[in-house]
């Protein structure tokens, strides 16, 4: 979403006043950071993107067979069940952090997986000096325990098409945001098959690349498109957690 991914510059550098995203000192070292990782990144993955379809085509006829969505209000356990579920790992397979982000394409995850078993026969250094930094940078959030190494919100992949609810939180500024929070009602059938049909392939290249059967997600911000996942995913089973709003709000 190109016109999305402009307006926010926009608005960051010069119409953010008496907004969430007003230019404070740590607001300007996050754009900075920003806009000097995620262009270059985005522009790298979608060039791996490219390579998936020249070098793994058959990626795009990977079956995506019963997936399971665990859905429901934020603060509700969905992080707990989901982990919990994924670490049958004989039976289902999530995307992690790394997954999401730095991983996203065929490509990127055979490479990383052929580093990974040479890494394993040479010591495994790389992994131990890996988990540290993991310990060190995501395993200070306290927002829920996050890691690379851990199944999380694959509502982030979108971030890679820049159309998705989780840019809300990156620039918080909702006049300019599609109305994701009613996705199913409010947007356009074009837009949500453009952001539908993302999605999917994402999930076809991860299964394709693990070689695993059952896929396992969990997305409170997917309680908003339930109708839409049954179009695209019309044999998901789908959880929804409910959890007593006095315990939840706090």
Not at 76 to 95: C, I, P, Q
Not at 179 to 192: G, I, R, T, V, W
Request: hydrophobic share 40%; glycine share 4%.
């Amino acid at each position: 979403n190109f016109r999305l991914f402009w307006r926010m510059a926009v608005r960051s550098f010069f119409q953010s006043e008496d907004t969430y995203g007003r230019l404070t000192r740590k607001r300007i070292a996050f754009l900075c950071l920003f806009y000097t990782v995620w262009p270059v990144w985005t522009a790298f993955t979608w060039l791996c993107f490219l390579m998936d379809d020249l070098l793994f085509p058959a990626y795009k006829q990977q079956p995506v067979e019963k997936p399971l969505f665990i859905l429901g209000n934020l603060r509700s356990g969905s992080t707990f069940l989901h982990r919990l579920l994924s670490r049958d790992v004989e039976t289902f397979t999530s995307l992690t952090t790394w997954d999401i982000y730095l991983t996203p394409s065929v490509i990127q995850k055979k490479i990383t997986q052929l580093v990974s078993r040479l890494d394993t026969k040479l010591g495994g250094h790389l992994h131990r000096l890996l988990y540290a930094f993991d310990r060190r940078t995501l395993g200070q959030v306290r927002i829920h325990p996050i890691s690379f190494f851990q199944p999380e919100e694959d509502e982030n992949i979108h971030l890679h098409i820049w159309d998705g609810y989780f840019v809300t939180f990156l620039f918080p500024f909702m006049d300019e945001m599609p109305d994701y929070q009613h996705f199913d009602e409010a947007l356009s059938p074009e837009h949500k098959r453009r952001i539908m049909t993302f999605y999917k392939s994402m999930i076809q290249r991860h299964m394709y690349a693990t070689g695993k059967k059952y896929f396992v997600a969990k997305n409170p911000a997917f309680s908003a498109k339930i109708e839409t996942v049954a179009e695209f995913f019309p044999d998901a089973c789908i959880i929804y957690l409910v959890r007593n709003p006095l315990d939840m709000l706090p």
